[in-house]
Antibody, heavy 120, light 106 residues
Framework: EVQVVESGGGLVKPGGSLRLSCVVS????????MNWVRQAPGRGLEWVSS????????YYADSVKGRFTVSRDNAKNSLYLQMKSLRAEDTAVFYC?????????????WGQGTTVTVSS | SYDLTQPLSVSVSPGQTASISCSGE??????VSWYQQRPGQSPVLVIS???RRPSGIPERLSGSNSGNTATLTIRGTQAMDEADYYC?????????FGGGTKLTVL
């Protein structure tokens, strides 16, 4: 069974840091690009970051550039999001999503999400 | 930055056809995907690459994309289709989501 499981969310003070993890199973992780997508309470989906299968191509939304760092460990079937200088507006559910290599394909597998709350 | 515009809400009667639009400059030149998100659940890919349905998605759902508008069409709408729907495209190497449309089945 294909699975994507996020963890690492929690309550953090403004200016603090947090590291999210995403562990996958049931498919060849090293063959897929991966994305982080977040959703603030009551709001829509916002793309955060993407990383290709070999960590060669990495992209960020302007809203997190310079504060968030995405990485992956193909040997551990794991994706990470290191977040620093967190702000109240970063409060959201963070989803890890798989992206097939086919051009223009949508994100076809999503995790259940992990909640990040930034508050003093 | 590239913007995708969706109507905030669409209402449809059971059994009727619902159409949800997604507008962006020259959107027809890009691939569009659609996601369904039921309350309290994670998004689910329902249309990929403009028109392709992933395995398990009913044939009632279809997509099109031309000019400046992509459209998700749901025929024979059922109560289970009530959800938020998001379009998504690529702007170069970055991902763009529309603001989302709440589909209400009255």
């Amino acid at each position: 069974e294909v699975q994507v499981v996020e963890s690492g969310g929690g309550l953090v003070k403004p200016g603090g840091s947090l590291r999210l993890s995403c562990v996958v199973s049931g498919f060849n992780f090293s063959s897929y690009s991966m994305n982080w997508v977040r959703q603030a309470p009551g709001r829509g989906l916002e793309w955060v970051s993407s990383i290709d299968s070999s960590s060669t191509y990495i992209y960020y939304a302007d809203s997190v550039k310079g504060r968030f760092t995405v990485s992956r460990d193909n040997a551990k079937n794991s994706l990470y999001l290191q977040m620093k200088s967190l702000r109240a507006e970063d409060t959201a559910v963070f989803y890890c999503a798989r992206l097939p290599l086919s051009s223009g394909h949508g994100m076809d597998v999503w995790g259940q999400g992990t909640t990040v709350t930034v508050s003093s | 930055s590239y913007d995708l515009t969706q109507p905030l809400s669409v209402s449809v009667s059971p059994g009727q056809t619902a159409s949800i639009s997604c507008s962006g400059e020259n959107l027809g030149d890009k691939y569009v995907s659609w996601y369904q998100q039921r309350p309290g659940q994670s998004p689910v890919l329902v249309i990929s690459q403009d028109t392709r349905r992933p395995s398990g998605i009913p044939e009632r759902l279809s997509g099109s994309n031309s000019g400046n508008t992509a459209t998700l069409t749901i025929r024979g709408t059922q109560a289970m289709d009530e959800a938020d729907y998001y379009c998504q495209a690529w702007d170069g190497s970055t991902v763009v989501f529309g603001g989302g449309t709440k589909l209400t089945v009255l």
